[in-house]
């Protein structure tokens, strides 16, 4: 579909820090990400979304940008980006980047003018308010981070208060000044005109605060994040007035025509979510909620529908496992269960995002000296590309898991059982299937361990038990099997019932019965 080639993607998040380093400083780099480009290219993503490689002085590793238009040097050059996203586009792959659009490092230049003066020409390109009477914040919003306390930090020269609903490095952007949105509509069009196919846009429901700064109403003061309550509202996100930025901003990306806006926007009540998606402002949205499931076949067929019902028909959200901010698959569920949410992830209507790592089961590995101010270096660890690391010749930045001798991507490479594998043949499936494309999506009655759904013609049974479980499938007397979590599975077999054994997920093409006539579940 012409300019829509997101809407069934798979991309591939590459956490710059630690997926692979070329010079042996331990950190890795834009040259190393390049030097491992084959490997995306394998697994048969469309693209790679890169986290911030900008300059920044890491208060948030990497969400504190110092500089919008430029390449930390620990990460290499703008040469070095220009170089890689050459070798991307040679290998078909496309490239996303982080923008963070919050806030900035409080090193930022535009910062540093802020402060140094109430009168400064850009003191008002952030958010300042003075002490509350007592001398206290301003208000009662709380940093996202519970280490951090209270969102506001006082600059004793000044004399005022400044928002930061990060960490104190991270001041707050004030979106209702024109001058910046005019100064990210550059940062925009810098990076476009470099040839990025895209933007991974940083909690984009925060944009916008209560202009009057107001205090936050006690049912939900408590509230760092999103809190959903049925009668009361966060006053320092999810405002209605963050959807005409993200409107304004998607006007610079249509001038470039291919290119898509993904949004984070960690908001757990679908009816609100689904506005931040599939209209004029942001093409697609992660779905948060999917990732912060238990091991349940119930509840996930519950979170996918509940988005689905309130999606508008045009409308994909994005799907991830795990992220930088997300432990990962292998540590929350089981190493058992890896296939299955593989299966699931890359089945259903919408984009899929495959964290590195996630492909050969990696799991989190908490560093003996922990760095991250939220405590997500586990998920962050460097990529196990062989049973030496492979990543470093030097000492990485954070130490690799003690499984690296045996999960690591030479060790996958050529078992056809193996997780790499089982993805690879998912996502090359996934590109050649017009069911999975642009089929549409129906869950199905089915046992409480099973989560069953139709795409077009086919079906997806997942089995979320370590036991056998056996089921009618509604419609259809038999199917083939076409891909399994276990190998050798492939060959027509009967629905009725449909034997599934532990731990097993299958895409079934059907033969036989109307697919108009399968009954969908509650």
């Known amino acids: 579909m012409s300019g829509q080639w997101w809407r069934d993607a798979v ?78 586009h040679e290998r078909g792959i496309r490239v996303v980047v982080d923008i963070v659009m919050n806030h900035t490092s409080d090193r930022h230049p535009w910062f540093l003018e802020s402060r140094s003066d109430r009168t400064n020409p850009r003191r008002d390109w952030y958010i300042w308010a003075d002490p509350a009477p007592d001398g206290g914040p301003p208000n009662n919003w709380l940093s996202a981070f519970e280490r951090c306390g209270t969102a506001w ?51 984009a429901h925060r944009l916008m605060k209560d202009p009057q700064l107001r205090d936050n109403p006690p049912e939900v003061a408590h509230a760092r994040r999103h809190f959903t309550h049925p009668s009361v509202r966060q006053r320092n996100l999810d405002l209605p007035e963050v959807h005409d930025v993200l409107r304004d901003m998607r006007v610079v990306l249509d001038g470039y025509g291919d290119r898509f806006a993904l949004g984070e926007v960690p908001i757990s009540d679908d009816a609100r979510l689904a506005t931040y998606f599939g209209g004029d402002g942001m093409q697609t949205a992660f779905h948060i909620a999917f990732w912060e499931q238990p091991w349940d076949a119930r509840a996930f067929r519950a979170c996918v529908d509940g988005l689905i019902a309130h999606t508008r028909t045009d409308a994909v959200p994005t799907y991830a496992l795990s992220t930088h901010d997300i432990s990962r698959t292998v540590s929350r569920y089981g190493a058992e269960h890896a296939p299955v949410a593989a299966m699931m992830m890359l089945t259903l209507r919408g984009v899929a995002c495959v964290y590195y790592g996630e492909e050969i089961g990696m799991a989190d590995a908490p ?78 009655d089915s046992p409480a361990d099973v989560f069953a759904y139709r795409r077009g013609d086919l079906l997806v049974a997942l089995n979320f038990a370590g036991h056998p479980v056996a089921f009618d499938v509604p419609g259809a007397a038999a199917g083939r099997v076409e891909l399994s979590t276990r190998t050798g599975r492939e060959g027509v077999v009967t629905l009725r019932p449909l034997e599934l054994s532990d731990h097993e997920g299958v895409v079934l093409k059907l033969t036989a019965g109307d697919p108009a006539d399968a009954e969908a579940g509650p």
């Open 11 to 88: 991309l591939y998040q590459i956490y710059p820090r630690s997926f692979a380093d070329s010079n042996g400083d331990g950190i890795g780099d834009l040259p190393g990400i390049t030097a491992r480009l084959d490997h995306v290219a394998r697994l048969g993503a469309d693209a790679i979304w890169l986290s911030p490689f900008y300059p920044s002085p890491q208060a948030d590793f990497g969400y504190d940008i110092s500089d919008y238009e430029s390449v930390d040097p620990v990460h290499g050059t703008l040469d070095d980006f220009d170089a890689m996203v050459a070798a991307a």
């Open 367 to 444: 560093p003996a000296l922990e760095q991250d101010v939220d405590g997500r270096d586990g998920q962050r660890t460097p990529m196990q590309w062989d049973a030496t690391g492979g990543f470093t010749t030097g000492t990485p930045w954070l130490p690799l898991a003690a499984d690296q001798h045996m999960v690591n991507v030479e060790a996958q490479e050529d078992d056809p059982g193996s997780l790499l594998n089982l993805y690879r043949r998912l996502i090359a499936y996934r590109r050649g299937s017009e069911d999975l494309l642009r089929g549409g999506y129906v869950s199905l």
């Open 153 to 203: 930090r006082l600059d004793e020269p000044t004399g005022q208060y400044y928002l930061h609903s990060f960490t104190p490095g991270q001041p707050d952007l004030n979106w209702r000044n024109p001058d910046v949105h005019a100064a990210i509509r550059k940062v925009w069009q810098f990076w476009l005109d470099r040839g990025v196919d895209g933007f991974r846009i940083d909690v």
